[in-house]
């Protein structure tokens, strides 16, 4: 059985950092492509960020700059690092075997606001 378990989310003040991490089971992760999505409310799913199985990255037009996705094959963990949050940021992030978000796991809510 896929999962993906997702962690790390919460309320941060605009200018703030929150780093989610994802541990993933049930399917070859060193050789996936992991996709971090967001959706916020009344929206539709946001591409966030992707890292391939050697580690290159890349990121949607509104986050970079700002957010890090990382990996550890060893660890079957994807991680992203959100610096410098913006009350746009305010959503459900999920990781995810695509980029649509249809193969996410759970999502953890990330909310910022002074």
């Known amino acids: 059985e896929v999962q993906l378990v997702v962690s790390g989310g919460g309320l941060v003040q605009p200018g703030g950092s929150l780093r989610l991490s994802c541990v993933a089971s049930?399917?070859?992760?060193?050789?996936?492509?992991m996709y971090w999505v967001r959706q916020a409310p009344g929206k539709e799913f946001e591409w966030v960020a992707v890292?391939?199985?050697?580690?290159?990255?890349d990121y949607g037009n509104s986050v970079k700059g700002r957010f890090t996705i990382s990996r550890d094959n060893y660890e079957n963990t994807v991680s992203l690092q959100l610096n410098s949050l913006k009350a746009e940021d305010t959503a459900m992030y999920y990781c995810?075997?695509?980029?649509?978000?249809?193969?996410r796991g759970q999502g953890t809510q990330v909310t910022v606001s002074s």
């Open positions: 995810s075997r695509d980029r649509s978000g249809r193969l």
């Open positions: 049930g399917f070859a992760f060193s050789s996936a492509w």
């Open positions: 890292i391939n199985p050697a580690g290159a990255t």
